[in-house]
């Protein structure tokens, strides 16, 4: 097992360290690596962070009782994690080859977990897993993720109803300041469930209409032959059942702000209609000769791949110019794990508070710790959304009880079997990239679709790295430990006895990899196996 130095020295990993080669080799790399607070006993802590600057230096970082301080963007100082289950002797966070960190009990009596296993003595943690995220668990009280930031959090004004402080609110807080004063239509984009509505409200209340009337309106929710009447409204006897004039939303707006959510889906005829509200300032209520001035700013939202749909022809390309003056990407949960925190504690008080328990926050560990991290660990296909209505599924299957407890439904989301569950429809899902979107990734497939002979197949072309192998058969992560869990012809590192296991590192002399190919295995898993049998 690859050891850390104690003195601070920058040598010592493999050979000489050189700082300025630290994570030279990924671009994960750029940034510096933090630590921030998704469970704290004191619920006000959650969403604290610390930068672990020591790190691209060459150093080692040190965590424990009091040191280092975490602090909130609208804190100037900071406070240690001063809980006294955490060991004075604080555990080490060194550099590592790749980009990595080295995470070193080196004495410290502090029990470290994770992804759910005890960390017994060290565990190197590569570059990619910092950049998505890991969350480890300490004492069983505090729950870190330890992840990478390339800016610092930005200062608390303007927070426009949004919870978090990572990089990607941070951006989306900067787009709203910077576009709410123009008279331009604004496209947000994004998965389900991120936020667009949220963020189109913020919109025109940061800017010079917000005494006006901001309306919105879901284009998938309103029937394809009634869009056009209900936009830009109807005269009476327009069409069958038309008994009277009809306002549309476009003039319930005049003044304000019109939120045209799901714009995806509107009718070809209605996209026309748009196309010359957009352009001239005029629509005609159906059934109406004579136009009607309305000043209203669009804003649009979709999850739909806008351009592909431009090209087959079921969404117009002026159209779609025209709604996107300017473009807005919201990014999804999974990439903004350190949020996770701060979300299920602000739905968690709302939701105790709607059942009149919100005294429950001031219970000591009223929410298990361990569950923090496994919120975090999961992939979250219906986004913020879907977090909210877990924690509301939480509170009411705990109401009364003395701790809360995650049901059979929570436990089947989390374990996998209910991944799949909320997700939409996840071929639209769009990559976070900008100025201009690349092509939305391959849609997913169903789990049932994945043959036993092409699961095989692939975990064996990608040396079974069960992440490369869920994007090489277009699965989640979840849906490929579902299938491994029910194949008869695959095992699991838990199955190995440990003599097969002694004895496969013996034939093929400590070589992690060579004993992958050999038991056919996650690396992952096995290494951790080698860890607690003390062979690492």
């Known amino acids: 097992m690859k050891s850390s130095k104690t003195d601070g020295s920058t040598a010592g990993l493999s050979g000489t360290f050189d700082p300025r080669a630290w994570g030279a080799e990924t ?61 004075r002797q604080p555990v080490k966070f060194a550099p590592a080859p790749g980009g990595g960190i080295l995470l070193s009990l080196a004495g410290s009596r502090t029990r470290v977990e994770e992804d759910g296993v005890v960390v017994t003595d060290s565990r190197e943690i590569s570059a990619a897993e910092i950049e998505r995220g890991v969350a480890l668990e300490l004492a069983g009280r505090i729950v870190l ?41 604004v496209l947000l984009r994004g998965e389900t469930g991120t936020g667009k509505e949220l963020v189109a409200r913020a919109v025109h209340d940061a800017g010079p209409r917000r005494s006006s009337p901001f309306v919105a309106v879901n284009l998938a929710a309103i029937p394809a032959t009634l869009v056009a009447s209900e ?23 005049h003044g304000g702000t019109l939120f045209l959510d799901e714009v995806g889906e509107a009718p070809p005829e209605v996209q026309v209609m748009l196309l010359r509200v957009l352009e001239t300032g005029e629509l005609f209520p159906v059934g109406s000769q004579a136009p009607t001035r309305v000043d209203v700013r669009v804003l649009a939202a979709t999850d739909a791949d806008l351009e592909a749909k431009v090209k087959s022809g079921e969404f117009r390309a002026p159209l779609l110019h025209r709604l996107s003056g300017y473009e807005v990407w919201l990014p999804p949960l999974r990439d903004r794990r350190e949020d996770v925190g701060r979300l299920f504690f602000h739905f968690l008080r709302q939701e105790l508070q709607a059942i009149g328990e ?3 926050l001031l219970t000591d560990l009223w929410v298990p710790p361990g569950l923090l991290a496994r919120l975090t660990r999961y992939e979250w296909p219906g986004n913020v959304r879907q977090l909210r209505n877990v924690v509301r599924q939480l509170v009411i299957g705990s109401r009364g009880l003395p701790r809360m407890e995650v049901g059979a439904a929570v436990e089947r989301l989390l374990s996998g079997s209910g991944a799949e569950r909320g997700a939409g429809d996840s071929s639209s899902q769009l990559p976070q990239v900008q100025p201009h979107p690349a092509p939305p990734p391959a849609s997913r497939r169903k789990p049932s679709e994945v043959s036993e002979e ?25 849906s490929l430990y579902a299938l491994i869990e029910n194949s008869p012809h695959v095992r699991k590192a838990g199955d190995l006895s440990t003599e097969e296991i002694i004895r496969c590192w013996e034939v093929c002399g400590g070589d992690v990899n060579a004993m992958v190919d050999n038991l056919e295995v996650s690396r992952k898993a096995l290494a951790r196996r080698l860890r607690e049998l003390k062979l690492a």
């Open 27 to 87: 671009r994960s790399s750029e940034g510096v690596p933090a630590l921030t607070i998704l469970y704290h006993p004191d619920a006000r802590r959650v969403g604290d962070w610390a930068p672990l600057h020591e790190v691209p230096l060459g150093r080692e970082a040190l965590v424990g009782r009091y040191t280092p301080d975490f602090s909130a963007p609208d804190h100037a100082a900071g406070e240690p994690l001063a809980d006294r289950y955490i060991s």
């Open 145 to 185: 993720l330890l992840h990478r930031r390339r800016s610092l959090p930005a200062e608390p004004v303007g927070r426009f109803g949004l919870v978090g402080e990572s990089e990607g609110l941070a951006r989306v807080r900067a787009e709203i300041r910077r576009v709410a004063d123009l008279n331009v239509p």
């Open 231 to 253: 936009l830009f409204g109807s005269v009476k006897g327009a069409f069958t059942g038309s008994v009277q004039s009809q306002e549309g939303y476009f003039r319930k707006a």
């Open 358 to 360: 919100s005294d429950r």
């Open 454 to 478: 092409e699961l095989l197949a692939a975990l064996r072309a990608n040396r079974w790295d069960l992440q490369a192998t869920a994007e090489q058969l277009r699965i989640s992560r979840p």
